[in-house]
């Protein structure tokens, strides 16, 4: 019988908390899941034997290393399930985050699902999400563990594998946006994000966020334009968001006028104040 949904776990030398992973997919409460974990090319002998020990209505799919994007999309690819959810070897979801985001979608193919996130390890938040295009221009803040139609994902072309670096999902989700897609929010924190004792800050996309930043604006020079920002910007103007629309489109222009190197010391201030104020608040 072909699954509703499948969820798709990329592992690249993930061993440590993948059991728990798996473990949250098998546990939904919706009962016509599959689980695909891709093997992306790991070499360590510790993943191996984690990988041997997945129970068996876990499918392993093999494959040489094509990185993080690869594989999300060779996931996508081997899923036989209408909808798909990706989600990371070291993050965990709650038993009614299938359910409840399919009741969301009520059959729909032109809308996904998000949920809010509680944020745990380093730093610990429960992160209010919402949807709105024009902040995701400027900011990475949605979840990639999303609840999307494969026929969604492969309209807009799926993952670029070339973002070898990171921001892969900024850029994924940013075409949903383009495509007209809806994004449809699960005000519930049933997404559990792993922050690693590394830190955020450590990231390579964090630290080379300018230039990535600008790939993805060559990218997209529809919307990064000045014209086609303040379009944007008017048009999302009455939906919710996390930040001001002036303190959005002042980071634009900061990006736009400073060097990447010094863009990205501030973008890592503006990082590290939001984490010592989600600290402090609790939130």
Same mark, same amino acid.
């Given at each position: ?82 909808? &798909? ?40 938040? &429960? ?142 201030? &503006? ?13």
């Amino acid at each position: 019988m072909t699954p509703d949904v499948s969820i798709i776990l990329p592992c690249y030398n993930a061993h440590e908390f993948l059991e728990q992973a798996v473990g949250s997919a098998r546990a939904q409460t919706h009962a016509s899941i599959e689980i695909l974990v891709i093997n992306d090319g790991s070499t360590a002998p510790e993943t191996d034997v984690a990988l041997a020990a997945l129970p068996d209505d876990v499918r392993v799919i093999h494959q040489e290393n094509r990185g993080l994007a690869g594989a999300r999309n060779r996931g996508y690819e081997e899923a036989r399930g209408r909808y &798909v959810l990706p989600l990371d070897c070291d993050d965990w979801i709650e038993p009614g985050y299938v359910g409840a985001a399919l009741a969301l979608l009520d059959d729909r193919e032109d809308a996904f699902v998000f949920p809010w996130i509680d944020a745990f390890g380093q730093h610990e938040a &429960v992160l209010e999400k919402h949807w709105n295009l024009f902040e995701q221009l400027v900011s990475n803040q949605m979840p990639y563990c999303m609840l999307i139609p494969r026929t969604l994902w492969r309209w807009v072309g799926g993952y670029d594998e070339a973002m070898r670096l990171g921001y892969e999902d900024w850029d994924f989700n940013i075409r949903l946006g383009l495509a007209g897609a809806e994004g449809l929010c699960l005000a519930q924190p049933v997404f559990h994000y792993r922050v690693a004792a590394s830190g955020m800050l450590q990231a390579v996309a964090h630290q080379r966020h300018g230039e990535l930043w600008r790939v993805i604006q060559k990218k997209h020079p529809e919307v990064y334009g000045l014209g086609g920002f303040l379009g944007q910007m008017r048009a999302w103007s009455d939906k919710p968001k996390a930040h001001a629309s002036w303190k959005l489109l002042a980071f634009y222009g900061a990006h736009r006028l400073l060097p990447d190197a010094l863009f990205g010391r501030l973008f890592r201030a &503006v990082l590290q104040r939001s984490h010592l104020r989600r600290a402090a608040s609790g939130t």
